[in-house]
């Protein structure tokens, strides 16, 4: 079991950023994943494993007024 | 005094008094900032420091409480500061047209007890943080995009802002392709002056938490971040 934004979310082995990122249809073009506190490139979402346990923040991208 | 009666008890008289002798910075007078120098301005916190250096656009009017087609081409600031004179005229304004910079910000926030960050651009965002740690002033920050709103208070030496904006250079977020809507920015802008208004009269509010709204779905998350 993992945490994403606070709530429990089951985790798999060989689960990558990518992976979470589909399952949870977090389509928006603007995402900041931040696992553990350490923040995660777009270009790492592939490779990126996710461990269980792990703690997983992924916000928008976001600064209209 | 008859015009905060509806303020009472959630307010006491004794806060309403407090909250004569606060002053404070809302910067973007756009559609975050309209409504909370609305919010503001019907509680009476005695001083505001309004500040925005643009005109109105006919395409604010979709979610700009102080816009309307009688003032396109005019300040956003003038407009400000005849709303609030004509709601409360016990407010005094400092209506300051100029955008927030580096140069200029930390005499905007001089003397003021709490920044209420309404801009729209992730730069001038960073600036208001940096300059607020400096000067040990709190911020209230509020970001909207479609039907997605954040809120957050950063105290002076938190860096809250890198965690949402990892890339400085990267001007815009979500909004640039989903817009903003009115009901986004008035109920993010509404809970910008609460939290504002609590800060000024040290009740509990937020504090190393992301507040994130999704209209869309109609969720309300408070998030962890330290």
Request: proline share 11%.
């Given at each position: 079991m993992i945490k994403v934004n606070t709530e429990d979310y089951p985790w798999h082995p060989g689960m990558t950023v990518r992976n979470l990122l589909d399952e949870k249809q977090f389509t928006f073009r603007h995402i900041i994943v931040r696992v553990n506190g350490e923040f995660v490139s777009e270009e790492d979402y592939d490779k990126w494993l996710i461990q269980d346990g792990d703690d997983v923040l992924v916000l928008h991208l976001m600064a209209g007024g | 005094m008859e015009r905060y009666l509806r303020n009472h008890d959630a307010i006491s008289e004794s806060e309403q008094a407090i909250l004569a002798t606060k002053r404070v910075l809302v910067v973007g007078c756009g559609g975050l900032g309209g409504m909370v120098i609305e919010c503001l301005a019907r509680i009476s916190v005695g001083y505001l420091r309004v500040v925005d250096g643009d005109v109105f656009e006919?395409?604010?009017?979709?979610?700009?409480?102080?816009?309307s087609t009688m003032n396109l081409g005019r300040p956003k600031v003038l407009a400000a500061q005849q709303r609030i004179m004509a709601v409360n005229p016990l407010v005094e304004v400092d209506a300051v047209q100029a955008d927030l910079a580096a140069e200029n910000a930390m005499e905007l926030l001089a003397g003021c007890d709490v920044a209420v960050d309404?801009?729209?651009?992730i730069p001038a965002r960073l600036v208001l943080q940096q300059a607020a740690k400096v000067a040990g002033v709190t911020v209230v920050h509020g970001a909207v995009a479609g039907w997605l709103g954040r809120i957050c208070v950063i105290q002076?030496?938190?860096?809250?802002l890198s965690l949402l904006y990892?890339?400085?250079?990267?001007?815009?977020?979500e909004e640039r392709q989903r817009g903003t809507l009115s009901f986004t920015a008035a109920l993010t802008a509404s809970w910008q002056a609460a939290e504002t208004v609590k800060l000024l009269l040290g009740k509990p509010g937020l504090q190393g938490e992301i507040l994130e709204v999704d209209l869309l779905q109609a969720i309300v998350r408070k998030l962890k971040i330290s």
């Open positions: - | 006919e395409s604010n009017l979709n979610r700009q409480l102080l816009s309404c801009l729209d651009n002076p030496g938190e860096d809250l990892p890339n400085p250079e990267e001007a815009q977020g």
